[in-house]
C-alpha cells in the first residue's frame, strides 16, 4: 500500500515537473512553433529543424531538474529545505506569467517604463535607488514566504491543469518536425521580375531613395545644435531642394513604411503570416488584406522602370509581389534569432530566451543581450552598405531604395575613432548617417 502511494505521488511530481518545466519554456515555444504572427513575419528565415529538438530537449531538461529536486526534498529534506523549494516554485511560476503578460497585455510598456523611471532615479539617488529597490524585493519575496502555502493551494491545481499543454505543444513540434519542407516554403522570398538584358537607364536619370531610421531632423538641419559634424549631409544640402515641411506619415516603422509604398496612411497593420498581414486605412477605416502590388515600385515597374530594394526590418523581398527586379534584406534583432549550431548549444540558447523573458530577465542579461545586438546592427549595416554602394553605381536600376538601421539605437559607431564600437550612442549613429551619404554618393 506505502508502495502504491510512492508511485502515486511520484507519478504527480513527474506531471507537475513537467507542467512546469514547459509552461518555463512557452516564450521559445511561440517563437519556434509561430505562435505569435509578429514573430515569423519579422524573421528573415524560419526556426531550424534543431531549434525544434532544442525546445523539445530543453524542457525535458527542466523537467529532470524540477523533479529530482522536488523528490529529494521530499524524501530528505527537512522543514525548511521544504519551505525553501516551496518558496522556489512560486518563484518559477513567475516566469510563465510573465512571459504571458509580456505577449498578452500591455504589460512590456509597464515594465520598460518602470525601467527608465528607476534609470533616472539613478541619475538623481545612486545610493537611494537600489536601497528602495532591493527593499520592494524583499517586501515581495516576504509576501510570497508569508502566504506560500495559500498560494501553492492554488497554484499546483492551476499547473497541473496546463498538462494536456505539453502534449499540444510536442506534437504541434512534431508535426512541423515532419512537414518542415512545406514550413520552409512559407518564408521564402517573391521571384524578382526578369529585366531584358537590353535595358537602358532612362534618359532623365535615376532616383536612388534613402531612407535613414529615426534620423531626428534636428540632428541634421544645419543648426549645428548637438555639435554633430554631418559635412557630407550640409554639402547635399547645400546642392538640393529641402523639403521643410515633410513630417512622418506615421510614428512607427512598421507603420510608416508600409504608408510609404503604398501611398495610403496606414493606421493599422497587423502580420497573419510570413508574408501576409491585414492593414487598415486611416482616410477610410476599413481593414482588408495588404495588397502586395499596392506599392510604388509595381507601379514603376509597369511604367517600364526597373526597380531594386536594399531593406532592414520589413521583410520587402516576401511581399512585395512582382515589384521589383532586385530585392535583399535583413530582419531586426529578437531573441526569435537566437538559435545554436548544435543540438546542446541550441538548447543552452533556448533556456537563454526563457530565462530572458522572466521577470527582471531582460535587465539581468542586458549586458550580454546589447553586445549581441550591436554585433548583428554592425553585420546588417555592411550587408546593406555593400550592396547599397553597388546598386547605387549601378546604371541599370531606375529606382533603387534603400532601408538603413541607422540612426535607430542602438549606438554601434563611435565618431571619435571613426570605427564600429559598441559603445557608441545615438549622436554617434549620426556621425554614421553622415559618412554613409558621403561613401553612396562617391559610389554614385
Known amino acids: 500500500m506505502q508502495l502504491g502511494k510512492q508511485t502515486s505521488q511520484a507519478a504527480k511530481d513527474l506531471l507537475l515537473a513537467l507542467s512546469l518545466a514547459n509552461l518555463c519554456m512557452i516564450d521559445p515555444w511561440t517563437r519556434v512553433l509561430g505562435i505569435s504572427p509578429s514573430d515569423i513575419f519579422f524573421r528573415r528565415y524560419p526556426p531550424s ?15 529532470a531538474a524540477f523533479w ?24 518559477v511560476l513567475l516566469i510563465p506569467i510573465h512571459t504571458l503578460l509580456v505577449r498578452i497585455t500591455r504589460f512590456w ?44 493551494k492554488i497554484a499546483i491545481p492551476a499547473v497541473m491543469l496546463e498538462v494536456p499543454f505539453v502534449v499540444i505543444t510536442f506534437f504541434q513540434a512534431g508535426h512541423l518536425f515532419m512537414n518542415y519542407d512545406q514550413f520552409l516554403a512559407e518564408f521564402r522570398d ?25 534620423l ?6 544645419g543648426t549645428n545644435r548637438f555639435e554633430v559634424a554631418v559635412p557630407e549631409i550640409d554639402r547635399l544640402r547645400n546642392e538640393s531642394l529641402i523639403a521643410t515641411n515633410a513630417i512622418a506619415s506615421t510614428f512607427c516603422t512598421r507603420l510608416t513604411l508600409p504608408s510609404y509604398l503604398s501611398g495610403h496612411i496606414i493606421s493599422s497593420f497587423q502580420p497573419v503570416g510570413p508574408s501576409s498581414a491585414n492593414v487598415t486605412m486611416t482616410d477610410t477605416g476599413r481593414s482588408t488584406s495588404w495588397n502586395p502590388r499596392d506599392n510604388l515600385f509595381a507601379q514603376a515597374l509597369d511604367q517600364g522602370y526597373t526597380t531594386a530594394v536594399i531593406g532592414w526590418y520589413i521583410p520587402y523581398c516576401r511581399i512585395l ?15 526569435s534569432l537566437k538559435t545554436g549550431a548544435t543540438i546542446p548549444d541550441d538548447i543552452l540558447t533556448q533556456l537563454w530566451n526563457a530565462a530572458d523573458a522572466a521577470p527582471l530577465g531582460a535587465q539581468a542579461l542586458e549586458k550580454v543581450d546589447k553586445a549581441a545586438r550591436c554585433e548583428h546592427r554592425i553585420q546588417v549595416y555592411e550587408n546593406i552598405i555593400d550592396r547599397a554602394k553597388k546598386l547605387s553605381g549601378a546604371s541599370r536600376y531606375d529606382l533603387v531604395f534603400v532601408h538603413f538601421p541607422i540612426s535607430h539605437p542602438p549606438g554601434f559607431y563611435r565618431a571619435d575613432r571613426h570605427q564600429f564600437d559598441c559603445s557608441g550612442d545615438y549622436v554617434d549613429n549620426i556621425s554614421l548617417v553622415d559618412r554613409t551619404v558621403g561613401d553612396l554618393r562617391a559610389a554614385m
Not at 534543431?50 to 530543453?58: E, K, N, R, T, Y
Not at 515594465?111 to 527608465?116: D, G, K, S, V
Not at 534609470?119 to 529597490?133: C, D, E, I
Not at 509581389?321 to 531573441?335: H, V
Request: a positive charge; charged letters at 20%; one cysteine or more.
Open 216 to 221: 531626428d531632423n534636428g540632428m541634421v538641419d
Open 190 to 214: 517573391q521571384p524578382t521580375v526578369a529585366m531584358s538584358p537590353a535595358h537602358r537607364a532612362k534618359l532623365h536619370g535615376r532616383v536612388v531613395w534613402l531612407l535613414f531610421d529615426e
Open 109 to 152: 510598456w509597464v515594465e520598460t517604463r518602470a525601467c527608465l523611471l528607476y534609470g533616472n532615479a539613478l541619475q538623481y539617488a545612486p545610493l537611494l535607488s537600489p536601497v528602495l529597490l532591493a527593499l520592494a524585493i524583499a517586501a515581495f519575496l516576504g509576501i510570497i514566504i508569508r502566504f506560500d502555502r495559500q498560494i501553492e
Open 49 to 63: 529543424r534543431m531549434d525544434l529538438v532544442g525546445v523539445m530537449v530543453a524542457v525535458l531538461f527542466l523537467c
Open 68 to 91: 529530482s529536486v522536488g523528490t529529494l526534498t521530499r524524501e530528505f529534506g527537512g522543514r525548511w529545505i521544504k519551505r525553501t523549494v516551496r518558496t522556489a516554485f512560486l518563484i
Open 321 to 335: 509581389k512582382d515589384s521589383l527586379n532586385y530585392c535583399w534584406w535583413e530582419p531586426a534583432y529578437t531573441n
